[in-house]
């Protein structure tokens, strides 16, 4: 498992008490690489792999996996497009070194991508619609789905959108707007960026099945739920009973004039993105997705959120 600390977290929860072990092997071994600097992992840089593949090949070798997981990406969206390059090595080339070296040894190779492959201009998505990036992180994405793909015909490309739920690194949305609100400060979303908020333990399981089940190509996993950023924000602020009048509402084109005037450079995104799931759903007739009050009552009975409400 590479990268995004909040999603191996989870995964390496639902596959070691899964079908994932009865599947591949009576007592399977996880391994967890990260850039970042936390305990049970070990270093493993998706830059330095794409750069010097003898990286790559030492770590398969030294791991054996059955299935590797591509969770790790450059995802800061406004950085990557003053350092296209990176973007492009970190989301591209180096799961497409990986996904090559893992067709060869018949490992199964999970990719996760974004919504922001496609223009927002008539989300939500199904996995067929034409894509059309519009910005260089959703561009360099849409490199890594296609470049895994072709390393690799055999690989699960996994489209999500705003993850939010139990992460220790505190990184994802949900973390940010409720540490912010918790300690006083106002916060800023917009109120036409709509999109599907997906709960990470939905996204864990929705993964895990799909492998189980050796499904190959593209498969949306997300909610189901389709609102902006504001809305899902108040709506969080609601059940947590935080003061929502911290929540400050902004226009895309708000957002630009403000970062022009602040000389910040702003990536360009769509407004009408998110994904639809009715393939993955046929997939697994069985699982439904949490709406979101669910999700963070689910998320308010684990430990991971005490330090969020209290």
């Not at 055999?154 to 505190?170: E, F």
């Not at 509402?249 to 602040?262: A, G, V």
């Amino acid at each position: 498992m590479l990268g995004a600390w909040g999603q191996i977290i989870l995964l390496e929860r639902k596959c070691t008490r899964s079908i994932f072990n009865k599947i591949y092997t009576k007592a399977t071994n996880i391994h967890r690489f990260s850039t970042h600097q936390v305990s049970n992992a070990v270093n493993f840089c998706l830059t330095d792999a794409a750069t010097t593949p003898d990286i790559a090949f030492e770590l398969i070798a030294t791991t054996q996996p059955k299935v590797m997981y591509i969770c790790g990406a450059k995802t800061w969206v406004d950085g990557c497009e003053s350092d296209e390059a990176a973007a492009l090595i970190v989301n591209a080339e180096a799961p497409r070194l990986l996904a090559r070296i893992a067709h060869h040894q018949e490992i199964k190779v999970v990719y996760f991508s974004t919504d922001y492959v496609f223009d927002g201009q008539g989300g939500p998505y199904g996995e067929d619609a034409a894509t059309a990036p519009l910005n260089v992180y959703g561009k360099t994405k849409l490199q890594g789905e296609e470049r895994v793909l072709a390393s690799n015909p055999n690989a699960l490309i996994i489209r999500t959108t705003i993850i939010y739920g139990p992460d220790a690194l505190g990184k994802n949305f949900v973390c940010q707007l409720v540490n912010a609100l918790k300690n006083g400060q106002r916060f800023t979303c917009s109120t036409d960026q709509i999109s599907t908020p997906t709960y990470n333990e939905d996204l864990a399981d929705m993964v895990v099945q799909l492998v189980g089940k050796e499904c190959s190509g593209i498969y949306n996993c997300v909610g189901t739920e389709i609102l902006s950023r504001y809305d899902f924000a108040v709506k969080v602020a609601q059940y947590l009973r935080l003061d929502e009048t911290l929540i400050d509402p902004i226009t895309t084109e708000e957002e630009i004039q403000r970062c022009k005037l602040n000389g910040r450079a702003r990536a360009t995104r769509g407004l009408k993105l998110g994904l639809a799931m009715d393939k993955t759903l046929a997939a697994l007739p069985h699982f439904k997705p949490r709406c979101i009050k669910d999700s963070l009552q689910h998320w308010m009975d684990c430990q991971d959120v005490n330090s969020l409400t209290k």
